[in-house]
């Protein structure tokens, strides 16, 4: 499955739904907040796309911030080989997220990539090396200069209504998961989706048929969503490693691996970095103009 598909399908689901909630909710709107909806939604959405406002998308979507004096500071011998490898600033912009103590990174957008706090208390700390931190930072560069994650913060803003009736669902969800007729019910449902679609063709009548299939889809895709968002989650990391590997920054990726819990996920990621036959990519001269 190519790359665009696979997003596709982990993407189109909540964009879909969310356009059928407005649709819903739009008519009992007053005229003025629907015609608000109507208008801003599609802009906003535009604007995202091309990449106008995406340090507002940043820090409502990712919660991320400018990085003060000291933390670029200490992000600097890092920033200085990404700059070498051509995916440092300014072709990206660095921002950093309170309150996430694991060392990691993530991008989206046209140029935005976030590291955690973690990452930079590691470095302050002297436990990350520089060179492993450029890695981890360096994947998500990747992902973002690849153009993997471009609409990912256009696809956000027009899925919140589905974010939010999510969020919401998975709040109860977690609420009423210990009582164990809920929990086998959840299990269950693939029964009761074909019950319902059962039901409406045995009907036979325009209305319940199509009532009948709408529940057995939202059914099957209760099942089918997690598994394709999985898989674009997959292929993001795939890209990610690739990108690491032109960058020349394989080796210290696979370091960084390698203190890391040794997850399935992990040891599939090891030999594609390992076995990369890729020469040492050469440093290019480049201007460290800072993390911001």
Not at 204 to 221: F, K, Q, R, W
Not at 242 to 256: I, K, N, R, S, Y
Request: glycine share 10%.
């Amino acid at each position: 499955m190519n790359r665009s598909t696979s997003k596709a399908l982990a993407t189109t689901p909540g964009v879909v739904i969310s356009i059928l909630l407005v649709m819903t909710i739009g008519p009992v709107l007053p005229a003025l907040a629907a015609w608000v909806v109507l208008i801003a939604g599609p802009v906003t959405t535009v604007l995202l796309l091309c990449g106008v406002g995406e340090s507002l998308a940043a820090r409502f979507f990712l919660h991320a911030r400018r990085p003060t004096a000291a933390e670029e500071a200490t992000l600097a011998p890092a920033v200085a080989l990404l700059c070498q490898r051509k995916l440092g600033p300014p072709l990206i912009e660095l921002r950093v997220r309170d309150g996430v103590y694991p060392i990691g990174a993530n991008g989206g957008g046209r140029r935005t990539v976030v590291v955690s706090d973690g990452l930079i208390a590691a470095m302050r700390e002297g436990v990350l090396p520089a060179e492993q931190a450029a890695a981890v930072i360096a994947h998500s560069s990747g992902l973002v200069r690849s153009g993997a994650v471009r609409s990912d913060f256009a696809l956000n803003f027009w899925a919140l209504p589905w974010q939010i009736v999510q969020g919401f669902g998975l709040g109860v969800g977690r609420a009423f998961s210990r009582l164990p007729l809920v929990s086998l019910a959840w299990r269950g449902r693939f029964i009761v989706g074909a019950v319902a679609l059962a039901q409406g063709v045995a009907e036979g009548t325009p209305a319940t048929i199509v009532s009948g299939a709408i529940g057995a889809g939202v059914i099957v895709l209760s099942y089918a969503m997690p598994r394709w968002d999985a898989r674009w989650q997959s292929a993001l990391v795939a890209i990610g490693d690739t990108q690491v590997t032109e960058a020349g920054l394989a080796g210290h990726l696979d370091e960084f691996l390698q203190r890391c819990p040794q997850t399935p996920a992990t040891a599939d990621r090891r030999p594609r970095l390992t076995s990369s036959s890729q020469p040492e990519a050469r440093p290019h001269l480049a201007l460290v103009t800072g993390a911001s």
